[in-house]
């Protein structure tokens, strides 16, 4: 039994944060309800997003809505705080956190005391130094992103269609995908799907009339699922027209022109930069060990390396393999660890605090699934390869399985039921993104947003 109250503070609210959060909840239920603890949740935004969700509801496959779980209504026996956690001082036990009141409340930070401290901030983009990446560069790592792009690949066509300027048109029209992985993989297969459907309501845009670039720095893409498997997404790609780039890099996207490192050149409306991540910046304003690369130095048993009431997973962590044959190997940072070794730490919390031994985290890789637009995907699971519609429905049915609460899996194969049965949406909501333009404009004040203010190049 825990013998005096002890203070949990979670800072992070994606996978392991989450799931962190809802296994302490299970697993001290009793101590919940005797005021023996408090789980504290920091988090920037109120939600947890599937990010697996996010190419689906890019091509609008999937509502924006149910590819985020609300976190006060799973996690409703933990104190949930919207706001950043700025810096840790793990010595004395405290985090400043800034709230979405401190600045009308006239203070940078308040400190927040812990007694067990889970460090699971993810990770961000890792956007390099690029002329014009910071300008026109569009991200895709957040549900916000993944919408907007969706909003603007659709004005684009409607630019693309309203203009006699062949310049504009072809710029309009010129889709570059910079990284090669899952995330740049698989929204570019789904939005070329969408936007392929969508030219047959376009009297004067036909799909061939679109250019989809792929970059990728190194010699294969999607690196998961095996070389055989990679090339043969690359021979699928190609074969909708889709121009595969291996062993190139972007140069610069400055004045609206991608400049490759081959010497090509694409005017060019629309640059998604999916080249990888970085550790979240949180971790070097801190007391802890960090790894080389920035991540926590962390045990087996998910505690960071030589500190004790500290504890860390996913992203943020470098959690040794046990279960690789070659020593020094750390976890891949993916989210098919994050979730397994969120349910150890919740569960190592808990022995801890009842002086039990603690458990140590040990999954060996499975394998992985990628989908390339509707009916169409790659697989390589437990060594067995799979491609084209058995590939795509198995990377339907294990993301289904994994998606939190029964809530959102129902949600979910509600429309991907309807979506099998009626035609797609092709609405572009792009004025969501400025909802005060019109009555602003009404009530004579700034003029509506003028396309030369968005960085993403929509209007």
Excluded at 25 to 46: A, H, N, S
Excluded at 101 to 128: F, K, N, Q, T, W
Excluded at 210 to 217: D, I, S
Excluded at 266 to 278: D, H, L
Aim: glycine fraction near 10%; charge should be neutral; proline fraction near 6%.
């Amino acid at each position: 039994m825990v013998k005096e109250r002890a203070r949990i503070l979670v800072v992070g609210g994606g996978y392991v944060g989450m799931y962190t959060a809802l296994r302490l909840q299970r697993g001290l239920k009793q101590e919940l309800r005797r005021g023996e603890v408090d789980i504290t949740v920091v988090t920037p935004d109120p939600y947890m997003t599937y990010q697996p969700f996010l190419p689906e509801a890019a091509a609008g496959s999937i509502s924006p809505r149910h590819v985020v779980v609300p976190l006060r209504r799973v996690l409703d026996q933990c104190h949930v705080v919207i706001g950043e956690v700025t810096s840790i001082d793990h010595g004395i036990r405290t985090a400043a956190v800034t709230t979405l009141a401190a600045a009308d409340e006239g203070r940078a930070a308040e400190l927040l005391g812990y007694d067990e401290l889970v460090l699971a901030p993810g990770s961000i983009s890792r956007a390099l130094p690029i002329p014009g990446l910071a300008e026109y560069g569009i991200g895709f790592k957040t549900v916000e992103e993944a919408i907007g792009l969706r909003n603007h690949v659709i004005e684009q066509m409607d630019i693309a269609s309203s203009t006699r300027d062949p310049a504009i048109r072809d710029a309009a029209l010129t889709f570059v995908f910079v990284g090669g992985g899952y995330a740049g993989v698989e929204a570019l297969g789904e939005l070329e799907d969408m936007a392929r459907y969508t030219a047959r309501y376009y009297h004067n845009v036909r799909p061939e009339d679109m250019k989809w670039v792929l970059v990728e720095a190194s010699d294969r893409i999607l690196p998961e699922v095996g070389e055989e498997m990679g090339r043969y997404t690359v021979t699928q790609l190609r074969r909708r027209n889709i121009q595969v780039l291996l062993n190139t890099r972007l140069e610069s996207c400055a004045d609206r022109v991608a400049v490759l490192s081959d010497g090509q050149r694409f005017p060019t409306r629309t640059v998604v930069w999916t080249a990888g991540v970085k550790p979240h910046p949180l971790l070097a304003a801190t007391d802890l060990p960090l790894t080389g690369r920035g991540r926590l130095k962390c045990s087996a048993e998910l505690t960071v390396d030589g500190v004790e009431h500290a504890w860390a997973a996913g992203d943020a962590a470098a959690v040794p393999d046990v279960t690789a044959a070659e020593p020094g190997t750390c976890t891949a940072p993916n989210a098919q660890h994050a979730v397994r070794q969120a349910k150890v730490l919740g569960d190592n919390i808990v022995h801890a605090l009842r002086g039990e031994p603690l458990e140590t985290y040990a999954h060996k890789y499975g394998g992985s699934v990628a989908s390339l637009g509707l009916h169409k995907g790659v697989a390589q699971v437990y060594g067995r390869k799979l491609k084209g519609y058995p590939a795509w429905f198995m990377h339907r049915v294990y993301h289904l399985s994994r998606v939190p609460t029964f809530n959102r899996k129902a949600r979910v194969l509600a429309e991907w039921t309807l979506a099998g049965l009626f035609k797609r949406e092709i609405v572009s909501l792009g004025s969501l993104e400025h909802p005060r333009a019109e009555f602003e404009l009404a009530a004579g004040g700034k003029p509506p947003h003028s396309p030369s203010d968005d960085p993403k190049g929509s209007s």
